[in-house]
């Protein structure tokens, strides 16, 4: 299952994120999303994890928790068509 983790702190680092996710089960990838122009981190980032049962856990627990001074939005990512009407909100 793939989560977006949002509103993250610019100082979070993909490392921070594989630790705290770990916690809830296998990570099959975590990408961090990188300004090109800046290097500098987006605020967001795409975590997979296998288990849907794990990733759910995950969301559940991490949702709403503070990180580096910021609180985490965790929720299922929704494909490239989607994405999209939820941005119109």
Known sequence: MKLLVRNLARNTTEE?????????????SCSLVMD?????????AFVEMPKVGEAKAAIKTLNGKEVDGAKIRVKKAEDASAAKSDTEE
């Open 16 to 28: 921070e994120l594989v630790a705290l996710f770990s916690e809830h089960g296998i990570l099959q």
């Open 36 to 44: 090109k122009e800046t290097g500098e981190s987006k605020g967001f």
